[in-house]
């Protein structure tokens, strides 16, 4: 009977999901303001939730631990980023719920290329979205596949389609209501079980939590400080700048950005982005995990590392209890992420890119039916994509991901706060930033010498970028005339 209790749990969670999803979209008005807004009800504990298991994807179970036996301490940046990723999202997110209320308003890009009164600026933001959805989509498709393999047997491809067909089916009934709700099932889910094996398993291996970093003291203590094993050192800078995108692009993701939609009030918003820092709880014992990997003979060093710490015959093996939550907290952590990924990716390119962009007149409920094919879509490009990205370090398919939109950062913030910033200062900035990340991009694959000629200290992409977009939203701002006032009030707030 131990085979049958990981794919019990597996396939039960999955069952649970489908069904709070799908009756979660059963209270749907039916038109395209209330499946990507939720008709801007959610309340405290939704919000949390929706913040919270939106945000920890697949990769904190997977590339925690990994990170932590590649390169030590340089995984504490995690809780440094987190810590006061959502401090921007405090001062502007009110005002950005209040603007989207009043002026209708349901997409990130929607709103900016409204307040820079350009088209281009919504469907560059709405395409570019699609663009960084796509590695951190097979991050979680990644996840999912190693899940279903290990419990399985099934090849990483065929366990990923199986769980994403759940997902994207309770995404197209449920809409965002259905997202919210199996997101607050989900993200409890993952705080309990990764508590309970974050303390469980250095007690059961070595003693305590305390025993352990004894023993890490004694025996490998670079992985306690930076720059890290002398294997994979981590400089200053490349630690400052990844701590810094992740900071700035941390409430810059359109799928987080667009929760401030749907929050039931504009206290509520600020209310999420102060309570939001303990939900960095959960990575906690993440970290611990991956110091308990670090002392055992045989640990790999790819995101199996957790997977197979847990199986080990000490701990049940793979037939045991604790083997089955963990593949239960990685689905649902991948879920969590891969069904606002998938509801993001579809309501962004209709919203922003076909109606906004294009100018393409379609009434609530055909943006609906166009939403959910494209959620359709998306879920099988992702597919595709992980058949052949399969080698590819979930770390650094986070990082690219996270390069693009940190350069909605600049638009954003000119766009709430600064009224002489126009039209042509936000489609140059937005463009020549946007540019930049993928110059950068393809030479450190096709050229590493002019990458390195580019960034000689070895910056995140998506820093450099953000600094020219920022320089050229500026100049340009104070060299051209500023909008019109009328146009500019529609954005003030009382």
């Given at each position: 009977?131990?085979e049958?209790l990981?794919?019990?749990?597996?396939f039960?969670?999955?069952?649970?999901?489908?069904?709070?999803?799908?009756?979660?979209?059963?209270r749907?008005?039916?038109?395209?303001?209330?499946?990507?807004?939720?008709?801007?009800?959610?309340?405290p504990?939704?919000?949390?939730?929706v913040?919270g298991?939106?945000?920890?994807?697949a990769?904190?179970?997977?590339?925690?631990?990994?990170?932590?036996?590649?390169?030590?301490s340089?995984a504490?940046?995690?809780?440094?980023?987190?810590a006061?990723?959502?401090a921007?999202l405090?001062?502007?997110?009110?005002r950005?719920?209040?603007?989207?209320a009043?002026?209708?308003?349901?997409?990130?890009?929607?709103?900016?290329g409204?307040?820079?009164?350009?088209r281009?600026?919504?469907?560059?933001?709405?395409?570019?979205?699609?663009?960084?959805?796509?590695p951190?989509m097979v991050?979680?498709?990644?996840g999912?596949?190693?899940?279903?393999?290990?419990?399985?047997g099934w090849?990483?491809?065929?366990?990923?389609?199986?769980?994403?067909?759940?997902?994207?089916?309770?995404?197209?009934?449920?809409?965002?209501?259905?997202v919210?709700w199996?997101n607050?099932?989900?993200?409890?889910?993952?705080l309990?079980?990764?508590?309970?094996?974050?303390l469980?398993i250095?007690?059961?291996?070595?003693g305590?939590?305390?025993?352990?970093?004894d023993?890490?003291?004694?025996?490998?203590?670079e992985?306690?400080?930076?720059p890290g094993?002398?294997?994979?050192?981590?400089t200053?800078?490349?630690?400052?700048?990844?701590?810094?995108v992740?900071i700035?692009?941390?409430?810059?993701?359109?799928?987080?950005?667009m929760?401030c939609?749907t929050?039931?009030?504009?206290?509520?918003v600020?209310?999420?982005?102060?309570?939001y820092?303990?939900?960095?709880?959960?990575?906690?014992?993440?970290?611990?995990?991956?110091?308990?990997?670090?002392?055992?003979p045989?640990a790999?060093?790819?995101?199996?590392?957790?997977l197979?710490l847990?199986?080990?015959?000490?701990?049940?093996?793979?037939?045991?209890?604790?083997?089955?939550?963990?593949?239960?907290?990685?689905?649902?952590?991948?879920?969590?992420?891969?069904d606002?990924?998938?509801?993001?990716?579809?309501s962004?390119?209709?919203?922003?890119?076909?109606?906004g962009?294009?100018?393409?007149?379609?009434?609530?409920?055909?943006?609906?039916r166009?939403?959910?094919?494209?959620?359709l879509?998306?879920?099988?490009i992702?597919?595709?994509?992980?058949?052949?990205?399969d080698?590819?370090?979930?770390?650094?398919?986070l990082?690219?991901?996270?390069?693009?939109?940190?350069?909605f950062?600049?638009?954003?913030?000119?766009?709430?706060?600064?009224?002489?910033?126009?039209?042509?200062?936000?489609?140059w900035g937005?463009?020549?930033?946007?540019?930049?990340?993928?110059?950068?991009?393809a030479?450190?694959?096709?050229?590493?010498g002019?990458?390195?000629a580019?960034?000689?200290?070895?910056?995140?992409?998506?820093?450099?970028?953000?600094?020219?977009?920022?320089?050229a939203?500026?100049?340009?701002?104070?060299?051209?005339?500023?909008m019109?006032?009328?146009?500019?009030?529609?954005?003030e707030?009382?």
């Amino acid at each position: 009977m131990g085979e049958l209790l990981a794919p019990a749990v597996v396939f039960g969670y999955l069952g649970v999901a489908a069904v709070i999803g799908i009756l979660a979209g059963r209270r749907s008005a039916g038109g395209a303001t209330d499946f990507v807004a939720g008709e801007r009800a959610f309340g405290p504990l939704v919000m949390y939730f929706v913040m919270g298991a939106t945000v920890f994807s697949a990769y904190a179970l997977l590339g925690t631990p990994q990170r932590v036996i590649a390169k030590g301490s340089d995984a504490f940046y995690i809780l440094a980023y987190g810590a006061v990723g959502f401090a921007p999202l405090f001062f502007f997110g009110a005002r950005v719920r209040r603007i989207g209320a009043r002026e209708g308003f349901v997409t990130q890009a929607e709103l900016i290329g409204a307040r820079f009164g350009s088209r281009r600026v919504t469907a560059l933001m709405g395409a570019a979205t699609l663009v960084a959805f796509l590695p951190y989509m097979v991050i979680q498709l990644k996840g999912a596949g190693i899940v279903m393999e290990a419990v399985m047997g099934w090849p990483p491809l065929v366990g990923a389609a199986v769980v994403y067909a759940v997902v994207t089916g309770y995404v197209i009934v449920g809409g965002m209501r259905g997202v919210g709700w199996t997101n607050v099932v989900q993200g409890a889910a993952m705080l309990v079980v990764v508590w309970v094996l974050g303390l469980t398993i250095p007690e059961r291996l070595f003693g305590g939590v305390e025993a352990m970093f004894d023993r890490v003291v004694a025996e490998r203590p670079e992985w306690l400080v930076l720059p890290g094993p002398a294997s994979a050192p981590t400089t200053p800078f490349q630690y400052s700048s990844e701590v810094l995108v992740s900071i700035l692009g941390f409430s810059m993701w359109p799928q987080v950005f667009m929760k401030c939609f749907t929050a039931r009030s504009a206290r509520l918003v600020q209310l999420t982005a102060v309570v939001y820092p303990t939900f960095l709880l959960f990575l906690v014992p993440l970290l611990l995990l991956g110091y308990a990997a670090l002392l055992l003979p045989g640990a790999p060093t790819d995101e199996n590392v957790l997977l197979w710490l847990v199986s080990r015959p000490e701990l049940g093996g793979a037939e045991g209890l604790t083997f089955a939550f963990v593949s239960f907290a990685i689905l649902a952590a991948s879920m969590s992420t891969g069904d606002a990924l998938l509801h993001g990716g579809g309501s962004i390119l209709v919203r922003d890119v076909l109606v906004g962009g294009l100018g393409w007149d379609l009434d609530e409920r055909a943006q609906t039916r166009w939403m959910r094919g494209t959620i359709l879509a998306l879920g099988v490009i992702g597919l595709a994509l992980l058949a052949v990205a399969d080698r590819i370090s979930v770390v650094d398919l986070l990082l690219l991901a996270y390069a693009i939109p940190i350069q909605f950062l600049p638009p954003v913030l000119a766009g709430l706060y600064w009224r002489r910033a126009n039209r042509r200062a936000g489609e140059w900035g937005l463009g020549l930033g946007l540019a930049a990340v993928v110059v950068l991009f393809a030479a450190s694959l096709a050229a590493p010498g002019l990458y390195a000629a580019l960034n000689p200290l070895g910056l995140q992409i998506g820093v450099i970028g953000v600094v020219i977009n920022t320089a050229a939203i500026v100049l340009l701002s104070l060299l051209t005339p500023p909008m019109a006032r009328s146009h500019l009030d529609r954005f003030e707030v009382p």
